[in-house]
């Protein structure tokens, strides 16, 4: 990966200030599943715990979307915590390809969500935003995780 150790401070101090604590990556999740599902409602069908929830009001105050939320953040933070270990990183992310193309998500799913994803975490630091080592930070992470679509 091509950060410098200048970008890689500036990645994880500021996914920090983000992500302070369980309920903030909680509500960050919703938020960007509810951004994604907005968009492609199509998704939502890929989710076999909330594939039935037809509304996005009860969707966002699901058990099972507060839960998944969680859980993709704390994947991030895990991509996060790992930008000083390459080997580390790419293990984690190849495993997060593999479950989900196990699960039918394809790599036009994962183009458009890291997407929606790198513009939501752009848009909520705005001007404090390293924007060069976040598009970094993405470009990297969709590239190793397309590997596993080839």
């Known amino acids: 990966m091509s950060l410098t150790a200048q970008e890689k401070a500036n990645i994880t101090s500021q996914w920090k200030s983000l992500m302070p604590d369980k309920e903030a990556k909680i509500q960050a999740g919703i938020i960007l599943f509810t951004k994604i599902f907005e968009k492609y409602p199509e998704y939502q069908k890929l989710f076999k715990s909330f594939k039935d ?3 996005l009001e009860q969707l966002k105050t699901a058990p099972q979307m507060r839960a998944h939320g969680l859980r993709f ?9 790992s ?3 390459p080997e580390a990183l790419c293990t984690l992310l190849d495993g997060l ?3 989900h193309k196990l699960r039918n998500v394809t790599r036009d799913h994962f183009e458009k969500t890291t997407v929606i994803l790198k513009d939501m975490v752009l848009e909520v630091l705005g001007d404090k935003a390293d924007k060069q080592a976040w598009e970094k930070f993405f470009g990297f992470a969709e590239s190793q995780i397309m590997k596993t679509y080839q």
């Open 73 to 81: 953040m704390n994947a991030l933070d895990g991509c996060v915590e």
């Open 53 to 55: 929830i037809t509304s």
């Open 83 to 85: 930008l000083d270990e």
């Open 97 to 99: 390809a593999e479950g």
